[in-house]
């Protein structure tokens, strides 16, 4: 399978080796402390709750937007080792362009719009290869940008969908693509603006499969089915991250809903539950996942604990999901997207993990940081 920059890469002998191994990295990143201030809202505070972790400082965190209700994260590896940072503004339905080596602002793309290249609410987002998959949430349905140009390709989902949130893409073969989306259909919204989950009879179409294929310089897209546990415990209330790791048969997700105890959902590909992790370890409100995937099986997973003072991310064993340790920076909290990439930037050589602050910014992590820090 060729990998897009969030999943295994062709990486050296010896990094591999490496992989993991903190005593062997050096050089802390520099913190850069943006003017944004902490998380607010409803919700625990990380600094009132005791929970053992350990801080990384982060690389840098971009230049507040506080009207644009930032999303979630993505990158793209240049050639050159320049890295393009995108994210996802709900509000003002554009993309946030940034520099993934030091975090400068450069544009946006896009829009408020139903028309191709154009968004209502983009929430997701993932990339591979040169193509950039954007969940519309407002208009129901994923769109396929192609990169650097952000040339729309075509869309796909607006017959099945009806609240997307969150996707995960894996290249099957040239110009072929598996894309697994959730669907956080309510039932309705309570008297604190909360969402209010649909009956456990009904969350059987939770998440939806699809093949897509590039045909003409075109979308193709064939609907595969919908999936979902409708039991008390592998129901997922609230959904939203969702990421696939073939090498184990597992799609990790999130149970946002607090009141019946947020964690991490185990499926397999099959779209049946398993197991649910994390369980306990997670004291506000599971949120985004990421992977970091050795070429041997082995790795972590980075799940995002969302307080709103400063986010706690949790590192689980890639295997086992045994809980190996938990860090937070200085400044990133409510976070909802990460994204995690692999490949060497000029400024982060080993990997950099993306994740976003308070619905207004994102900040960086070095990932030999988090390495060293968590041993």
């Known amino acids: 399978m060729r990998t897009s920059s969030a999943t295994p890469i ?28 902490d998380g607010t809202g ?8 005791g929970v053992a972790h350990v801080r990384v400082a982060e690389a840098f965190v971009t230049a507040a937007s506080p009207g644009d209700n930032v999303d ?21 339905g554009v993309l946030k362009l940034y520099d993934g080596n030091s975090g400068e602002a450069l544009g946006e793309h896009g829009g408020p719009g139903s028309a191709a290249g154009r968004f209502d609410k983009p929430n997701g987002i993932f990339v591979v290869g040169d193509l950039l998959f954007i969940v519309d949430r407002g208009n129901r349905r994923v769109q396929v940008l192609r990169l650097p140009a952000f040339a729309p390709l075509g869309e796909f989902g607006a017959g099945e969908l009806r609240s997307p949130y969150g996707l995960w893409v894996r290249e099957r073969g040239p110009g072929h693509y598996e894309v697994i989306v959730s669907d956080s259909y ?22 939806r499969r699809y093949e897509v294929s590039l045909a003409d310089g075109g979308v193709v897209a064939d609907h595969l089915g919908a999936f979902g546990d409708t039991t008390a415990e592998g129901a997922v209330r609230l959904a ?8 184990h048969d597992r799609l990790l997700v999130s149970e946002e809903e607090v009141a019946v105890g947020t964690a991490l959902r185990d499926y397999g590909f099959d779209g049946r539950y398993r197991r649910t992790h994390g369980r306990g370890v997670f004291k506000a409100q599971s949120e985004g996942i990421a992977l970091w995937a050795c070429d041997d099986g082995s790795g972590y997973w980075i799940a995002t604990d969302q307080y709103k003072d400063r986010s706690l991310f949790h590192v689980f064993d890639r295997a086992s999901l045994d809980h190996l340790g938990a860090f937070a920076g200085h400044t990133v909290g409510n976070t909802d997207g990460v994204w995690l990439h692999q490949t060497a930037t000029t400024r982060f050589p080993a990997g950099v993990f993306y994740a976003v602050h308070a619905d207004q910014a994102v900040g960086a992590f070095d990932w030999r940081d988090i390495a060293r820090a968590l041993h």
């Open 42 to 49: 409803r919700g625990p505070h990380l600094a009132k709750s």
């Open 72 to 92: 979630s994260p993505a990158a793209w590896a240049k050639a050159d080792g320049d890295v393009l940072l995108i994210a996802t503004a709900k509000k003002r």
């Open 186 to 207: 309510i039932a309705g919204i309570d008297e604190r603006g909360d969402a209010i989950p649909p009956p456990l009879a009904e969350l059987g179409e939770r998440f």
């Open 10 to 37: 062709a990486m050296s002998s010896r990094f591999l080796r490496l992989c993991g191994l903190a005593t062997l990295l050096a050089l802390a990143a520099c913190a850069h402390r943006a003017g944004i201030s």
């Open 240 to 247: 939203e991250s969702v990421w696939g790791d073939p090498r």
